[in-house]
Each structure stands twice: as structure tokens, then as C-alpha cells.
């Protein structure tokens, strides 16, 4: 994995962001943000569906391989586990 | 594993030369008739809460046509000139059903061969088959509750949620703000076990066990000591959905608490959280992981564990678990693919909003 391209999965995830949300603001949000509770809040309809597209676009199925699913700490957390895998 | 039949949660059907008897584009001035027979089942499922979709190469004003004539309550309208196993992807995405809760009516063989290739666990039937439908276990639940009857006309309910819901800029949580929602969290009654049990058996998404409880289960933890079940309501500015969601809490008095690790610890289990799909984006299981961390803080518990069935499709439900803090120790999946989550009582729990009323 090379920086640059988990840079390039962090900055495609924030649009799915954006879009599943309805949240424009989230194209600008840094790497270190927490998804769930008090950074974006994230609730488990929109992390299924950040899923659903990861798995559709990356072909990584995060919840299979990731038993807690700790990749969904941050953008930079996801974009790294992704960034790993294709 | 039982020999059972998966329980049929929504038909999918077809219009022309299926509901009509006819075709609605070629027929001029006055459109087909309904098909009687057909009608009539329409109506019987949706009195079990079995969900009636249409799905269909015509335009929308063909599915109002059909409203206005069956009276019936559709859940999902798919009406356009695409492939009718994506109209069938489309509505179980919609309806956050899985493609063996399914079933598809339609006259023509290729639409049933081309949906049958693309979701083979969908049940696809001719209108002869429909017609008999009501008779077959599939589409017999065995317990109707009144949230069943109920459950076309809060799909209808839905979809325009959902239509308010694209239109509305904010987040998801201000939205749930935004549309009155209320949730309130109470301590279950007998009444509500047959309706519990149907949770058991209709939640697969948003369900930690991944099987039924029986209604005598449930009765015997309503009554054990220190055992505390617990039923969540929800509604909004667009309808009521009553009961949605529940769980079982055990060891609130201490009795089954101590880690091995350290014997003084009082811990808190939840055998069971589940919560209906319609519920899902809309803050209520949030809400109640927030409320049950509270409630074994307030009986002296250190510790919440949740253990979960951990499968493809309760995804959204191992998201709410994360997202409330619990995690399981890594590589501890057992054999039975069951996992136990948990979280430390100390520190900072997960945030309660004000919607919320706690009995």
C-alpha cells in the first residue's frame, strides 16, 4: 500500500460520505474524525450502506474480515484497511 | 436447522394479465378489469402483514389505476421499462428485505426465469400459483399481531418519509428531530409476547440472537428474578409504529455477575436485542443500547455483553454494537458463529437524546 493511494480511497470515501448523509460538509472532513458517536455520527443505516458501496466499488467486505469492525474508527482508519486489501 | 419454509414478508406483483385481466397500455379508453380472485388474496395477505409491491413495464399512472382499483395498499411501486429483476433488487433494498422473504407474481415465463436466475431464493410463482398462495405455510405466519395488519399502511407511511428524508438537507439525526420522532423504552408485559416472539422470527438485520424465543422463553425471563425484558415503541409526525423492538437483560441483580477474571464484578447480559427493520436510520436501537448501558450502571453492573450471531446479514446490528462501544475480543468467534461484545460501564456512556422516554 502507498500513501497516495489510501489518500485517493480517503477522499473517494468522504463523497459516499456525503452522499449517504446528505452531508456536503463531509467532503472536507479530516482523516482523523471519528465515523460513529460524537465525530460524524455515523448510525448503523449509514454505516450498512458505506459498507454496501465499499464492498460494490472495492470488492472488500469489511464486515467479514473485521470482527469489530475498529476499520470504522475514522476515514483514515477505513481508507487504510481498504488501501491493504486492493 | 428446521425443515420450514422461510416465511414470505412481501409478493412482488405483476400488472398486466396478472391483477388485470388484460393488458392496461392496449386496452383504449377503458382500462382491464382486476382479476377478482387475485384481489381477493391481495387483501388476505396484507391482513396476515404480508406486504403487496408492484412491479411492472408501464407507466406509474398503471399502478395508480390499480391502487384506485383493488384498494389495496402497496409497500413498493416499481413501474418503468428496465429489467424486472432490478425493479426486484430495488424493492428488497427498499424494503430492507432479504430476497427469501420474497415472493414474485407473473404471468410471462421470461420474467419469471430472468428473476429466478437473479435471486434464486426469491419464490416465483405464476398467477395460478398466486391464486392458491394463501393455502401454503409460506404465506401463513402463525402468530397476526395488530402491528401485522397494520404493517402495509406503515410501509405506505414510509415511503413518504422517505420522500421527505431526500428532500431534507440536514443530517440523519437532526432529520429524526426534524419529524417529531419519539421512542419510549418499557418494561414489557404478557400481552406483548406474542408480538415479541414475531420480532424474534421477522428481525434478522437488526437482531443479536439469530433465532426465535419462544413465547414461554420470554415468559420465563419476564418472570425470573433479576432477568428484565424490556419493549421500545416509535413513532413520528407521519405515523405510529408501535412496538418495534425489545431485549432481554439478565443478572440485574448481581446474581449472575463475576467475570472469571475478576469474581467481584457485576456483569450484565443481553441475550437477545432485536429491533424491526422499519426502525433502522431512525435512531431506536441506538437509543436503546444507550438505555440499557444506563440500566446496568444503575444496578451496580461494571460491565455490558452482548453476545451476537455474527453473519452477513446482521451487519447494521454489529454496527450498532461498535458504534455504542462494544467490542469483542478479537478472534474469539466460536464455532456456532456467536461472538461476545462488551463494554466497560466506566467513563462515558453512549449519548440518550431527549426523544427518548424511559417507563
Known sequence: MSAGQSAAVADQLRALLA???????????????????????LDSLGGTL??????RRYGVDVAAEDLNLDSLETLGTLAAFIADRI | MTSEPAVIKCVIWDIDNTLLHGVYLESGERPPEADPQLVAVLHELAGRGILNALASRNPPAAADYVQKLTGADFAAIECGWGSKADAVGRIAAGLSLAPDALAFVDDDMIERAEVAAAFPDVLV???????????????????????????????????????????????????????????TIAPAEPADLPRLHELSV?????????????????????????????????????????LVGAAISTGNDGSRGSVESVPAMIVVTVPLIMMSCRALGRGALDALLAWLCRAAVASGAAELQIPCLVSERNVPMR?????????????????????????????????????????
Open chain 2, 319 to 359: 454496527l450498532a454494537l461498535a458504534a455504542a462501544g462494544l467490542r469483542a475480543e478479537p478472534g474469539s468467534l466460536a464455532a456456532d458463529g456467536r461472538a461476545t461484545f462488551s463494554r466497560s460501564l466506566t467513563g462515558e456512556l453512549p449519548a440518550l437524546p431527549d426523544w427518548v422516554s424511559a417507563g
Open chain 1, 19 to 41: 452522499e449517504i448523509t446528505g452531508r456536503p460538509d463531509l467532503l472536507s472532513v479530516p482523516d482523523e474524525v471519528a465515523l460513529f458517536g460524537a465525530g460524524i455520527g
Open chain 2, 125 to 183: 410463482l405464476t398467477p395460478e400459483d398466486a391464486a392458491e398462495a394463501p393455502d401454503w405455510p409460506q404465506f401463513s405466519p402463525a402468530v397476526i399481531t395488530a402491528e401485522a395488519r397494520r404493517r402495509g399502511q406503515m410501509y405506505a407511511e414510509r415511503r413518504r418519509r422517505q420522500a421527505e428524508a431526500a428532500a431534507f438537507g440536514g443530517s440523519r439525526d437532526e432529520f429524526v428531530r426534524h419529524v417529531g420522532t419519539r421512542v
Open chain 2, 202 to 242: 421477522r428481525t434478522h438485520q437488526l437482531n443479536s440472537a439469530g433465532e426465535p424465543v419462544s413465547q414461554d422463553e420470554l415468559a420465563r425471563h419476564l418472570a425470573a428474578p433479576g432477568d428484565a425484558v424490556v419493549q421500545v415503541t416509535l413513532a413520528d409526525d407521519f405515523g405510529d409504529d408501535g
Open chain 1, 50 to 55: 458505506l459498507l454496501r458501496q465499499v464492498q
